[in-house]
């Protein structure tokens, strides 16, 4: 059974930095893309970036780039998301997800329940 657990979530001041964390369990860590998204109160889940187990390739959604960094430890089985220069609007709940194909978009197969991030202003 493929699980993924999110962490590191929590309260930062705007233009503080958070790294989230998922770590996967159930299946071979190099098959699955991985992915982070968020949903932010009253709006709809959206993309930030994906990372793909073989190859590394990694696909950042629409402007995320820039201040969200998405890595991976294979060692560990944790896929990372390095947030900086947080802002009030990247409050959200932030998930992450897995597909056996290299996507990232919001029908990935599985996904893990949510770390919530609290920017304050």
């Known amino acids: 059974e493929v699980q993924l657990q999110a962490s590191g979530g929590g309260l930062v001041q705007a233009g503080g930095s958070l790294r989230l964390s998922c770590a996967a369990s159930?299946?071979?860590?190099?098959?699955?893309?991985i992915g982070w998204f968020r949903q932010a109160p009253g709006k709809e889940r959206e993309g930030i970036a994906c990372?793909?187990?073989?190859?590394?390739?990694?696909y950042y959604v629409n402007s995320m780039e820039g201040r969200f960094t998405i890595s991976r430890d294979n060692a560990e089985n944790t896929v990372y998301l390095q947030m900086n220069n947080l802002k009030p609007e990247d409050t959200a709940a932030y998930y992450c997800?897995?597909?056996?194909?290299?996507?990232?978009?919001?029908?990935?197969?599985?996904w893990g329940k949510g770390t919530l991030v609290t920017v304050s202003s």
């Open positions: 997800a897995a597909d056996a194909l290299f996507q990232c978009r919001l029908n990935m197969a599985y």
């Open positions: 159930g299946f071979t860590f190099d098959d699955l893309t």
């Open positions: 990372i793909s187990g073989s190859s590394g390739s990694i």
